[in-house]
C-alpha cells in the first residue's frame, strides 16, 4: 500500500529564510513557464507549449540565473510538471462541459509546496530509528532541516515534499510497500447514514456527535475578518491579521480532521464490513440555479439561496468527505471492507415493511412508515437500509 506520513520541521532561523527563498524562486518559475504558455497560444502561429520543451530550458535558465541554479533540477521539474497537469485538468474540463478554470498565475501566498519526485536525488530523508529525536531531511539549498518524528515511517520513501502552512513548516512523504496491520474478525457490520445533528449514525442505534467546529469558530471568525479590513494592504499588519485568520481556519481543520479519524478508527475496529452512502457531496452544496420571471425579463424570482447557504455551510462543516477518505484508508490498512451503496431513498424507506414514501418522514429526525405504522429515529432507519444494501451487494459481487 501507498501512504502518506507528515512530519512538522524545526528549522533554524537561517533555513527557515532559505525555505521561504525556495518557495519564492519555485513559484517564480512556475509562473515565467504559465506566461511562456499563455503567450506561445496567442501568437499568431497556436504554438502549443509542452512540458518537455520547457523542462529542455531548465538548464539554460540555471546557467543564465544562479539563484535558480542552487535548487535542486528534479524538483524544478516537479514544479513544472505540476503547472503541466495543470493545463492537462483544465483541457479535460473543457471537453467535458463543465467550468474549465484557466490556470492562474501564483502570488506569495499561493504556492506553499515543493516537491522532489525521487528520494535522494536533491533530498535525502535522513531518520534514526533507534533516535527519533536526531531525524533530519536534507535539502539541496537549504542544509539539514531538524524534523519532529512522532511516529515511525513505513515502507519505503518514494517522494518528498516541504510545505507551508502560516508559520509551520512539514515534511511529506510518500511512502510505497506499506504493509497492512490486519485487525482480528469480529463478526460484526454496520450501516452508516451521515448527517448534520450527528456526523454519523449507525444501524445499532449509536449517534456519532458533529461539534459544528465552524459554526463554534464563526465568533472569533467574524472579529478577525473586521479586524483584517480596516487594516491597510501591503501593511505589515495586516500580514498579522492574514495570519490570524488563517490560523483559525486551520484550528477548524485539524479539529474536523480528528474528530473524522477517532471515529472511522471506532467504525473500523469494531466491525468487518461498513456501508456508507454514495453520496454526491459536489452535487449537494452547488448552488440553486437561478429562476428567470417569464413576464418581467432579467428580473429573477426568488429560488431558495438563501436558505440553501447555510445548509451548504452546515454540510461543508460536517466535512463528509474529510471523513469517508480517512474510513476507506483505515479500512484498507486493517482489511475491513468499505462498501458504499447509492443514497436514493435510504431515509424514506421504510426497514420493517419496505413501503417507500415522502410521508414516512415527518420530521428531521421521526421516522413512521404511513404503511405500517414502524416508529423509528430516521438517520437509524436510513442505517439500517444502508446495511442491507451494502451486504446485498456484496453478495452479489461474490456472486
Not at 512538522?8 to 527557515?16: F, G, I, S
Request: hydrophobic share 35%.
Amino acid at each position: 500500500m501507498r501512504r502518506t506520513f507528515k512530519f512538522q520541521l524545526r528549522p533554524t532561523a537561517r533555513q527557515a529564510v532559505a525555505l521561504v527563498v525556495m518557495l519564492d524562486d519555485h513559484r517564480d518559475l512556475y509562473n515565467a513557464a504559465l506566461r511562456e504558455r499563455r503567450d506561445a497560444y496567442r501568437h499568431p502561429s497556436k504554438t502549443r507549449v509542452r512540458y518537455g520543451d520547457q523542462s529542455a530550458q531548465l538548464k539554460e535558465i540555471r546557467a543564465y540565473d544562479p539563484g535558480q541554479a542552487r535548487w535542486s533540477f528534479s524538483s524544478q521539474q516537479a514544479t513544472l510538471r505540476r503547472l503541466d497537469r495543470a493545463f492537462t485538468a483544465f483541457f479535460r474540463r473543457v471537453k467535458a462541459g463543465e467550468t474549465p478554470g484557466y490556470p492562474r498565475f501564483k502570488g506569495a501566498g499561493w504556492f506553499d509546496t515543493v516537491d522532489w519526485p525521487k528520494d535522494g536525488d536533491g533530498c535525502r530523508w535522513d531518520s534514526q530509528p533507534d533516535n527519533p529525536t536526531q531525524t533530519f531531511v536534507r535539502l539541496q539549498g537549504v542544509g539539514h532541516v531538524k524534523v519532529n518524528q512522532h511516529r515511525p515511517v513505513a515502507g519505503v520513501v518514494k517522494t518528498v515534499s516541504v510545505k507551508r502552512e502560516g508559520r509551520r513548516w512539514y515534511v511529506v512523504l510518500s511512502c510505497d510497500g506499506v504493509p497492512a496491520e490486519p485487525l482480528p474478525p469480529t463478526g460484526a457490520v454496520v450501516g452508516v447514514d451521515l448527517g448534520i445533528a450527528s456526523l454519523a449514525t449507525t444501524s445499532h442505534g449509536r449517534h456519532y456527535g458533529n461539534p459544528q467546529f465552524l459554526e463554534r469558530a464563526a465568533g472569533r471568525l467574524a472579529d478577525a475578518q473586521r479586524d483584517l479590513s480596516r487594516k491597510k494592504r501591503g501593511s505589515n499588519r495586516r500580514g498579522r491579521a492574514v495570519a490570524r485568520v488563517a490560523g483559525l481556519h486551520r484550528e477548524v481543520g485539524r479539529q474536523r480532521a480528528d474528530l473524522a479519524h477517532k471515529t472511522a478508527l471506532g467504525l473500523v475496529r469494531d466491525h468487518d464490513l461498513v456501508a456508507h452512502e454514495a453520496l454526491n457531496i459536489k452535487g449537494m452544496v452547488r448552488r440553486a440555479k437561478a429562476r428567470p420571471d417569464p413576464d418581467d425579463p432579467g428580473v429573477f424570482l426568488p429560488n431558495g439561496q438563501a436558505a440553501k447557504s447555510g445548509l451548504n455551510r452546515s454540510i461543508h462543516d460536517a466535512g463528509w468527505g474529510v471523513f469517508l477518505g480517512i474510513l476507506h484508508a483505515k479500512a484498507e490498512s486493517a482489511g475491513r471492507t468499505v462498501v458504499p451503496v447509492p443514497a436514493l431513498n435510504t431515509s424514506r424507506t421504510c426497514a420493517e415493511c419496505g413501503h417507500c414514501a415522502a410521508g414516512n418522514r415527518t420530521t428531521q429526525a421521526v421516522f413512521a412508515c404511513v404503511a405500517c405504522g414502524h416508529t423509528a429515529h430516521a438517520d437509524v432507519n436510513a442505517a439500517v437500509n444502508i446495511l442491507r444494501a451494502g451486504l446485498a451487494r456484496q453478495v452479489a459481487q461474490a456472486a
